[in-house]
């Protein structure tokens, strides 16, 4: 399994792992100090909303700094909470990577450590633990695993390992939901890795894959699954892991969104549909048409979900469409406040939750997708982050 040391840089390659470069990086406007965040996973919450409504509305703003990762490497995935961000990355064609905070405050960090497994995707953070979806040993490329790196001391805090390549985990409380592509649902203590339950979806001769991190609430853990021996929606309850409902069938390659008394399912080409969480039962559904549909967020009683070439506000009691914006989508929408941030082929995207209209547009795009932080919004390019704050 893998393991994690401390990686010790010669005072030539600079006190920081990296080089930032601080004040606003446009003559638009002087963008003001950023406050604290409240994104610890790859959706933000267990229900997998991928919204913070409370915090301030976003505007077209400045770049407060700008950082870069020493020894090329790409970055993978970035969470945030508080005032510091964890950014992990992998060196390009090594079976390696890093994982590092930096300080929202200046994009200041004082150390790295090396990931002696390559990393697969943002980490989620339970406390001060950064729990990281790891590849397995070279030689077996088809598995995987987790660790989980305490921030405070730098001492790894305990392992998993998963049969096939893991998502990103998805913590609830002290609650720890490890999934992967070859059917592993493991539910662990995420202060110890002490496993509560398992499950395998599929049988002796296909392994079902998970192929999104669930969505946990106080009762249940909700994922999709698919492969021919095991294929739809599945609720599992919350302390045993047994499956309290599933519906077969569809193939949701999405995470799964819990909201108000309804489960959102993202299917794969043409229809977002809402079922009732306690029991399974198809409450409403709308049609879209314009290829792969990304999973939505939640804000502000609206649900808002996008396919390639549109992006719609609908009301979650009902799934009424209340407003249509024509863009080229690449990701799913973000709430920010009463913002829609939606990140597109050539730039990203801020739009009214109210009527869609556009507020501002950043002419950036990140492969690992946006942070946000109160007052700002954290984005990757390369080795590089920024973050980019409102002005003052």
């Not at 490329?141 to 989980?148: F, K």
């Not at 690449?330 to 829609?340: D, K, L």
Request: glycine share 8%; aromatic share 6%.
């Amino acid at each position: 399994m893998p393991s994690i040391s401390r990686r010790e840089y010669l005072a030539i390659s600079a006190t920081t792992v990296l080089a930032a470069t601080a004040g606003c990086q446009t003559n638009s406007c002087t963008p003001t100090d950023p406050g604290v965040a409240q994104w610890p996973q790859t959706r933000a919450s267990p229900h997998n909303t991928n919204a913070v409504p409370e915090q301030p509305t976003l505007t077209a703003g400045g770049d407060y700094w700008t950082s870069s990762l020493a020894d090329d490497i790409d970055i993978t995935g970035l969470v945030a909470t508080n005032d510091t961000a964890v950014v992990v990355g992998r060196t390009s064609g090594e079976h390696n990577g890093i994982l590092t905070t930096v300080q929202l405050d200046d994009g200041s960090s004082d150390t790295t450590h090396e990931l002696n497994r390559r990393p697969t995707g943002p980490p989620a953070l339970a406390d001060s633990i950064a729990v990281t979806p790891v590849l397995g040993d070279y030689t077996e490329p088809s598995t995987g695993g987790l660790v989980a790196l305490d921030t405070d001391s730098w001492t790894t805090t305990w392992t998993h390992d998963t049969v096939g390549r893991p998502n990103p985990p998805t913590v609830a409380d002290d609650l720890l939901v490890a999934t992967s592509d070859r059917g592993d649902v493991t539910a662990l203590e995420a202060s110890t890795g002490d496993t509560r339950w398992t499950r395998s979806f599929g049988d002796d001769h296909q392994r079902a894959s998970i192929p999104a991190p669930p969505a946990i609430d106080n009762d249940s853990v909700y994922i999709t699954a698919d492969g021919s021996a095991a294929q739809g929606i599945y609720a599992l309850d919350r302390e045993t892991g047994e499956t309290k409902w599933e519906i077969p069938g569809p193939n949701i390659p999405e995470p799964l969104v819990r909201t108000e008394d309804v489960v959102l399912a993202s299917y794969d080409r043409y229809e977002l549909v809402a079922f009732d969480a306690t029991s399974g039962d198809r409450q409403w559904s709308k049609a879209m048409y314009d290829g792969r549909l990304f999973s939505p967020t939640i804000g502000h009683s609206r649900v808002f979900s996008a396919d390639k070439k549109t992006v719609y506000g609908l009301a979650v009691e009902s799934g009424d469409v209340q407003w249509e914006q024509a863009l080229d989508v690449t990701g799913s929408p973000i709430v920010v406040g009463e913002s829609v941030v939606v990140p597109t082929t050539d730039r990203t995207v801020g739009l009214s939750i109210e009527d869609g209209s556009e507020l501002w547009t950043l002419s950036e795009t990140s492969a690992t997708g946006c942070v946000p932080v109160s007052r700002g919004l954290i984005y990757t390019s390369g080795d590089s982050v920024t973050l980019r704050t409102n002005c003052e």
